[in-house]
Structure formats: C-alpha cells, structure tokens
C-alpha cells in the first residue's frame, strides 16, 4: 500500500522563478492538504483540495495556487519566489471532508536563491 | 498563524525517563492530535482525542486534554533514543473541510 508521495525531494530556483510540487496521495485518500513549515517552525496550513477544488485556504497569497486531478494527486504551483518561500512542503491526503488523521509524505525542500 | 503553541519548545532527558510535552491553543475545538517529526521530514500521526474526551493512551503514550483550559499534555513513558524528534499538537475546528492547524512544537531529545 503506497502512502504518500512526494516529488521533487530537493528543489533549488532563483527569486522570480515559478515552481511546481507534485503530490500523490495515499492509497484510497481522496483529500490532499498543502503544508509550509519554515525552519524551527510549524507547518502552516496553505490550502486543501477536493474533488478538484479548493475547499480551504490559509492565509498565503494568491502566487500559491493548486491543482487537483481526477486521480486524486495534487500540484502546488508557487510564481515569483521570494527568498522566505524557502521552506519544507509537506503535501498530507485524507480520506473525505471530515476531519481526521492526515498522512504526510516527506516533503519537499525548496531552496530560493 | 500558530493555532497552538507548545511547551517546552525543547527538552532533553535520559533514556527510561518520562517525557511530558504541553500544548495550549486558542479557539474551540472539534479534535486535538499529536503528531511525531524526525529530522525535518514528513509528520507521523501518533494519537487523536476528541473535545468530549479527556484522557487516551496508545501504547507508552498518553494524551490529556482540557477544553476548559484549552490545553493538552502527551506523555510519554520510559522514553527510547529513537522517540527522538519533534512532537506537534494540530487541532480542527469541525464542521466539515478538514483545516488542519499546528502549534510550534517541542524538540525532545532522549539521551541514550
């Protein structure tokens, strides 16, 4: 049984570069929750998708944006980096709206120069 | 924003000792979770306790949470090297769309 997975492991871009994180969710999970965590810091919520919409958004601008897929995985696109968007994303599936235990892949560490 | 906030934010103890880790948070609650980080990667699920419940245990692990004080305790018992990492209290505010928040989280290390 798969869980989740995550693409690029390591990313390095420039400052005003895009950049796009790929996530496949569990095995069965229909529900994938986008994650920040700075260095030393929480994981701060960004957006969760659903039946390949946006169903909630935590306080990033609009330079994150997402996408969901029939299959369930997810994309978390991020468009003129800036130097504080390096970070760990971390991409977590569930199963449905209800609130639960989320699954989280290993993340992804982006680095912007 | 930091939904929780957990203390100590770091704490080092000899292996066999008790290690107890705090967590308040802000707003009411549907679900409170901990959850286990190691080494800056993905986060593990641990234990989930509901807003009408007041005590859990999974194993060495035992949860508390107050509602009135808007505060949970984990505490885990004869701590291993490997129980190294760092733990996270996430709480949900219920009614459907699962947003999920974390607090600061506390760095235990478990000196062999």
């Known amino acids: 049984d798969a869980g989740v997975t995550q693409s690029p492991t390591h990313l390095i871009k420039t400052r005003g570069q895009q950049v796009t994180l790929r996530c496949s969710p569990k095995?069965?999970?229909?529900?994938v929750s986008w994650y920040q965590q700075a260095l030393g810091q929480g994981p701060q919520f960004i957006f969760q998708?659903?039946?390949?919409?946006?169903?909630q958004r935590g306080n990033f601008p609009d330079r994150f944006s997402g996408h969901q897929f029939p299959n369930y995985s997810s994309e978390l696109n991020v468009n003129a980096l800036l130097l504080g968007d390096s970070a760990l994303y971390l991409c977590?599936?569930?199963?449905?709206?209800?609130?639960?235990?989320?699954?989280f892949g290993s993340g992804t560490q982006l680095s912007v120069l | 924003s930091q939904q929780g906030e957990e203390d100590p934010q770091a704490l080092s103890i000899q292996e066999g000792e008790n290690a107890t880790m705090n967590c308040s948070y802000k707003?009411?609650?549907?679900?409170l979770q901990w959850y286990r980080q190691n080494s800056g990667r993905g986060l593990v699920h641990l234990i989930l306790i509901r807003s009408n419940e007041r005590e859990k245990h999974s194993g060495r692990l035992r949860v508390t949470l107050d509602t009135s004080k808007k505060s949970s305790s984990l505490l885990i018992t004869a701590s291993r090297a490997a129980d190294t990492a760092s733990y996270f209290c996430a709480t949900d505010a219920g009614g459907g769309y699962q947003k999920v928040t974390f607090g600061t989280g506390t760095k235990l290390q478990v000196i062999p």
């Open positions: 998708y659903y039946e390949e919409e946006e169903r």
């Open positions: 707003t009411s609650i549907n679900n």
């Open positions: 095995s069965g999970h229909d529900t």
């Open positions: 977590a599936s569930s199963l449905g709206l209800l609130p639960g235990t989320l699954f």
